[in-house]
């Protein structure tokens, strides 16, 4: 059956306490549309480059502020409500940046930690170690819902297809893509990524971003979307600020999709052998 999604944009700054209070006032905008599944970014609880500050006011999962309020508009709503993620102290010292989903009467369905470490050098001069206070996650999940079989990645996942693939042949319809992508790589990558993704495995892309300056300095690119099978845009948000975006989803079309182009069907096993090329009499041999 078809449902109506929401992706929420946000401008998360570095104070968990005003970002739970942003994302329960975006969510009830986005209940009050009608929708009954919705996403917001990745870290939707703090941007902060400052690990040392960032430290200083995470919380493990049992009394972060933004598990306690996606746990309540979830219940309040009667809603599936996705914290795109949110920093999560571990006992090791390390984060999680890990994503929640959780069912209508409050409880988490499905919890997915970010695979894919973005340790990056850009040519703005930007530089970014994720895995240096980070743990990465290691396990994928499709998860069974009454409206559709859901998959799950975080921001630079979205460079990985073995890992999109791998869960649409496990069946996912949807897949779920919130991020906080930098200016300059969403503005080379952000939109196409997400189209490949949805086009080549025939499945709907939700994307909740973040957007615009935040108070730790940093730039986010914005531009929210939804995605259908055929790779449309069936919503987008702007470069800049907060927004909720909504489109209605119908998983029938993904069966639709796979029935014109059966890509995940065709799929055959290959090896790869990497060879020297000689030159004999100016000829390659």
Excluded at 183 to 201: V, Y
């Amino acid at each position: 059956m078809s449902f109506k999604a929401a992706a929420v944009q946000m401008c998360s700054g570095v104070d968990p306490v005003k970002n739970a209070a942003a994302m329960a006032r975006l969510v009830r905008e986005a209940a009050g549309q009608g929708a009954t599944y919705v996403q917001t970014p990745e870290m939707t609880g703090m941007l902060q480059r400052d690990r040392t500050a960032a430290r200083a006011v995470l919380a493990d999962e049992a009394h972060d502020i933004i598990v306690k309020t996606g746990s309540e508009l979830a219940r309040e709503f009667g809603i599936h409500m996705h914290v795109g993620s949110t920093a999560i102290a571990l006992a090791d010292g390390k984060i999680a940046n890990r994503g929640f989903l959780f069912g209508p009467d409050g409880r988490v369905l499905n919890r997915y930690d970010k695979i894919h470490m973005f340790d990056v050098d850009l040519d703005n001069g930007e530089s970014w170690r994720e895995s240096a206070a980070y743990t990465a996650g290691s396990e994928a999940r499709v998860l069974s819902l009454p409206f559709a079989e859901m998959g799950f990645a975080i921001c630079y996942d979205v460079r990985f297809p073995a890992l999109f693939r791998a869960q649409a042949v496990a069946g996912a319809e949807v897949m779920t893509v919130p991020a906080a992508f930098t200016k300059q790589t969403g503005e080379a990558h952000w939109e196409i990524l997400l189209r490949a993704r949805a086009i080549e495995n025939g499945v709907f892309v939700i994307a909740a971003a973040q957007a615009g300056r935040h108070e730790d300095g940093r730039e986010t690119f914005g531009h929210s979307m939804i995605i259908d099978p055929w790779g449309t845009v069936l919503a987008s948000a702007g470069a800049t600020g907060e927004a909720v975006i909504v489109a209605e989803i119908d998983p029938a079309a993904v069966k639709a999709a796979h029935d014109k182009i059966p890509n995940l069907r065709n799929g055959r096993e290959f090896s790869v052998e990497k060879i020297a090329g000689a030159i004999a009499g100016g000829v390659a041999a």
